[in-house]
């Protein structure tokens, strides 16, 4: 049942902001899970949130514009990660800069 999309794994600075972050999403009923933070993006414990990368047009406007943005983001694909730009994501994914 693998439909080709990851998830995108949220990390923010603090409990405090994860927390708000968690309140707001939940309050919005929006699709995440709240996660342990993967050791392979940070060996401290902490909580992180996650989220289908296909539900990335949801969730990051409503933390972007509720001031919540997380310290970095991930995206997970099976056992691999790599960073994921926060930056211009919108539905259609990160923008880029066209001259």
Do not use: H
């Not at 794994?9 to 929006?30: C, K």
């Not at 296909?54 to 995206?75: F, K, T």
């Amino acid at each position: 049942m693998n439909d080709g999309q990851g998830d995108i794994i949220l990390v923010f600075a603090s409990n405090t902001r994860i927390l708000e972050a968690e309140e707001l999403l939940e309050e919005g009923g929006l699709p995440f899970v709240l996660v342990p933070v993967p050791k392979e993006v940070n060996p401290n414990c902490g909580l992180a949130i996650s989220l289908k990368e296909g539900d990335r047009g949801l969730v990051l406007p409503a933390l972007r514009e509720a001031g919540l943005m997380p310290q970095s983001a991930y995206l997970r694909r099976g056992d691999l990660f790599a960073g994921f730009p926060l930056e211009g994501s919108g539905p259609e994914g990160p923008e880029t800069e066209e001259g």
